[in-house]
Every structure is written in structure tokens, then in C-alpha cells.
């Protein structure tokens, strides 16, 4: 399922990933697993985090995926930015890592302003 | 032209009489100070603006953004270290002026991220390569690079508009 082209103020309902109280967010493509399964490892389940101010960083990794950065929100409300990037000298011959990784202090403060912030919040039920 | 018409009104006989005459041209001084006033206060407005030389490349609304726009908590120093040498920056502010600079002389399109669904605003300066990305608000900088291919990378960005 593709989220409708981000924010559309003028619908009447929200999409149905945006629900409050959803499992998580619907992401696209190959990345969406690999995302999924480097937040767990940092001890977020699925369902306990929204990604939000993802962004493409133009650098074609070795696995496929091309380079991301963002934004995460969890269910207890803290924020992490982080970086997706490639670790050759993991075992197997490589793999995707979080390679960046840090915590927002006060982030109901820093992204107040955020649309995309926002949008994280209702869809993990915060707002 | 006020000043046309009030010398022509003043320069026919009879239009003033002789004990008003004088006021000619101490009107036509006042007008020539105000309109030299009103000039200067254009200039001064002009000038106010950091980079507004630069602006008269772009858009209003792209100088407004090259202005505003922030990067979120951390982004700038992690983009510095990831992207800062592709383009030569010795430091995190030149990187993030590269970022603006960009925004003000790149061609603007729309694209929507891959992986998250979420519209961005794009601008692409073809002739030094450079690529800024900010949020469809225009009030975050998402990234700043260049791209490996160039504008074949811009173009091939999901529901890219870029021409």
C-alpha cells in the first residue's frame, strides 16, 4: 500500500496507516524490512516505532538499498536519528548498520513544527 | 509625472497667482526629496536580506527557503561527515551554505521518497552537480549531495518532476 502523496490536509479521513493505534507504518520497497529489522535490533519491536523525515542520501549500498537517513519515533515517545549506511566487515561479506545513531533530547520541543513529526505521533497513537 | 504636472500647472500664466508663486519650487524641492527617500528606502529593503543577490536567481519563495529552512537536531553534523567531502567543504557551515546556494540557484521540482511516501522539494544545479532536498513545507533541509549520475539521479527520483 502506498501513503497518498504525505500530507493531505483537506481529506476527510486519514489514510489507514495513519490510524492511531495501527501496527506501524507501511513502508515501501526493500528498505522497509531492512529498517524494520535494525530497529529491532535496538530493542524496538515492530509496531513500537514510526519513522519519520526519511530521506534517499543518494549513495548505492553494496546490498541493493541505496543510503537513508532519518528519523524514528517509539511508543515511549523518544526520538532517534540515525543513518543507514553499509558495514563490509560484518559476517556474511557485509551488511546494512545503522552506522549513526542518536537520541534527540526534548524532541516534542525540536520537531514541533515537523508535519511528518506530527504525522509519527498520530500514528503510534501519541498525539 | 507629479512633478511634470505640477511644473506644467505652475508654468501657465494665470494658473498661480503671483503671491502663491513661490511655492513652486519649494514643491518641486520636497517631491525630489521624497522621491530621493523613497529610493533609498527601496535599497535599504533590498539589501536587508542575506544572500539576496544570490535570490534574483530563484524564486521568491526559493530565497525564502534557502533563508529559513533548518536542518533537525544532529542532521547537519551527520551529513557534513557523510556528504561534506564530495563538494569540498572544509566545515559544516560551508557545507550547509553549499545546501542553501543551491536552493537558490537550483531548478525546483517535486519528488516523493521512496521508502517513506513522503513528498519532498527538490533543487538541482546542474552545472555543479549539486542536489538540496527540503521538506514539502519547505522548513526542513533533508540533504544536501551530488549525485553519482547526475541528473539522471534526479530525474529517476519516484514521481520526480524534474525537466
Not at chain 1, 522497509?32 to 542520501?57: C, T
Not at chain 2, 564530495?86 to 521518497?113: K, L, N, P
Not at chain 2, 549539486?130 to 540533504?143: A, M, N, P, Q, Y
Amino acid at each position: 500500500m502506498t501513503r497518498p502523496g504525505g500530507e493531505q490536509a483537506a481529506s476527510p479521513a486519514p489514510p489507514e496507516d495513519e490510524t492511531p493505534g495501527a501496527a506501524g507504518p507501511v513502508l515501501s520497497g526493500p528498505a522497509g524490512p531492512v529498517l524494520a529489522r535494525l530497529f529491532a535490533a535496538r530493542g524496538l519491536p515492530a509496531g513500537a516505532w514510526w519513522p519519520f523525515l526519511v530521506q534517499e542520501e543518494g549513495k548505492a549500498l553494496p546490498g541493493g538499498l541505496e543510503s537513508l537517513s532519518g528519523f524514528v519515533l517509539t511508543r515511549a515517545g523518544d526520538v532517534y536519528g540515525w543513518w543507514l549506511d553499509w558495514d563490509a566487515g560484518a559476517p556474511g561479506g557485509g551488511d546494512y548498520v545503522f552506522d549513526r545513531w542518536w537520541p534527540v533530547a526534548r524532541p516534542g520541543r525540536a520537531f514541533a513544527t515537523d508535519a511528518e513529526y506530527r504525522r509519527a505521533r498520530r500514528g503510534l497513537g501519541l498525539a | 509625472m507629479t512633478v511634470t504636472v505640477l511644473s506644467r500647472r505652475w508654468a501657465r500664466p494665470g494658473g498661480v497667482t503671483g503671491r502663491w508663486r513661490w511655492l513652486a519650487p519649494a514643491a518641486l524641492a520636497a517631491l525630489a526629496v521624497l522621491a530621493a527617500l523613497g529610493l533609498a528606502g527601496c535599497d535599504a529593503t533590498r539589501a536587508a536580506p542575506p544572500g539576496a543577490a544570490e535570490a534574483a536567481a530563484g524564486s521568491p519563495e526559493a530565497a525564502r527557503v534557502a533563508r529559513d529552512a533548518t536542518w533537525s537536531p544532529g542532521q547537519l553534523q551527520a551529513h557534513f561527515a557523510k556528504h561534506g567531502r564530495e563538494g569540498g567543504h572544509a566545515t559544516a557551515q560551508a557545507y550547509d551554505a553549499s545546501a542553501r546556494e543551491t536552493i537558490r540557484s537550483g531548478r525546483e521540482f517535486g519528488y516523493v521518497d521512496r521508502t517513506a511516501h513522503a513528498r519532498r522539494r527538490g533543487y538541482y544545479d546542474p552545472p555543479t552537480n549539486r542536489f538540496t532536498s527540503v521538506t514539502e513545507d519547505g522548513k526542513r533541509i533533508t540533504t544536501h549531495f551530488q549525485p553519482d549520475t547526475g541528473e539522471r539521479y534526479v530525474r529517476g527520483l519516484v514521481e520526480s518532476t524534474y525537466r
